[in-house]
């Protein structure tokens, strides 16, 4: 799990990718992937087969955050949302700012015994919080600038069977293409496998729809999606230890699902079948409709989507590294 950590702890909010972009460039060299990185920064690995099909296995690496918006004179930051940060969750929580130099913070939260009843229930805006580094706006101005991105500042954390973290979505997917690129150094491939980390899922799928000119077959997205937990219960979530999800829908094949139903069922694999909520909710809408190719969705449930402290099974990321190299290995296996 040490890789996955260190991924976690990589900050990359979406426009803002490019410290994990190098670590995701480097793993894919060191696997012997033909490498290609995008002006958008897109991130491709291409192992070459033998037989006339390619495989996309895409997993966006950007995460939700905010961006500094303003200094007031006294050093008070006020920030804006990148991608779908929750108000509910900042209250008093401690933040990194990349500047030109990390700088730590904490949004400042009014204490209840000084609030009038009235407002005790109302969630402020992004706009209207204040992040608080305890330093003045002189001293701030070597460090930060109006533009730097804000990385929620939360270590990981192993429970057992489960992993606690900020942007698990979709660094779980990405820990999945990364494994699967130690898979490829080693294996012959049959079909050709082009393992693809995209910018920009978190404001609009934007890495996805970045048009580029590798052709190939069949495009797997791999992305995170809903646990069933406390006050999130109903036909849109899923069981944490239920298994992977397989993505049904108007953007993805059933035929191609039903292979990969076939290769979890002969290989043990727990799965369960999901009704996409939004034709638009991952990059499969970007692939869909821009190719001619099919599309598929693998998912793993995750609690407390889009806060600091996401939660994901660990087998569950193992389990779709192993439906995945299977799926690969049943177009001929080792040559």
């Not at 426009?15 to 995701?24: F, Q």
């Not at 698990?168 to 820990?175: E, F, P, R, S, V």
């Not at 939004?278 to 693998?298: D, K, L, Q």
Request: aromatic share 8%; charged share 20%.
């Amino acid at each position: 799990m040490n890789l996955l950590i260190d991924i976690l702890k990589t900050p990359s909010v979406s426009g803002y990718e490019s410290g994990l972009k190098n670590v995701i460039l480097d793993k894919f060299k060191e696997y012997g992937l033909i490498t290609a990185v995008s002006p958008l920064g897109n991130i491709s690995g291409k192992r070459m087969g033998t037989f006339p099909y390619t495989i996309l296995i895409d997993a966006h690496y950007d995460q939700i955050g905010l961006i500094v918006k303003k200094i007031e004179e006294n050093g008070m930051i006020r920030a804006q949302n990148v991608g779908g940060v929750d108000p509910r969750v900042l209250f008093n929580l401690p933040l990194k700012i990349f500047g030109n130099e990390i700088v730590k913070a904490v949004v400042a939260t009014k204490p209840p015994h000084l609030q009038k009843t009235k407002n005790k229930n109302k969630i402020p805006k992004i706009s209207e919080f204040l992040i608080d580094t305890g330093l003045s706006k002189k001293e701030l101005s070597s460090k930060i600038r109006i533009g730097d991105p804000i990385f929620f500042d939360v270590e990981p954390e192993i429970m057992g069977n489960y992993i606690s973290s900020p942007a698990i979505d979709n660094k779980g997917g990405l820990w999945v293409l990364l494994k699967l690129a130690q898979f490829l150094k080693s294996y012959k491939a049959v079909p050709s496998v082009i393992l693809r980390a995209t910018v920009q899922e978190e404001v609009g799928c934007r890495g996805a729809a970045n048009r580029v000119d590798d052709l190939y077959d069949l495009a797997v997205v791999i992305d995170a999606t809903f646990a069933t937990q406390h006050l999130a219960d109903d036909d849109h979530t899923f069981p944490i230890v239920g298994g992977l999800t397989i993505m049904y829908g108007p953007n993805y094949s059933k035929k191609i699902n039903e292979k990969f139903e076939n290769v979890a069922s002969n290989n043990h694999i727990k799965f369960q079948r999901e009704v996409e909520e939004s034709v638009y909710g991952t990059n499969a809408y970007r692939y869909s409709v821009s190719g001619n190719h099919a599309t598929c969705g693998i998912s793993y449930p995750i609690f407390n989507m889009h806060t600091p402290n996401e939660v994901v099974a660990i087998p569950t990321l193992l389990s779709i590294v192993e439906l995945l190299t299977n799926f690969i290995k049943k177009f001929g296996g080792n040559k």
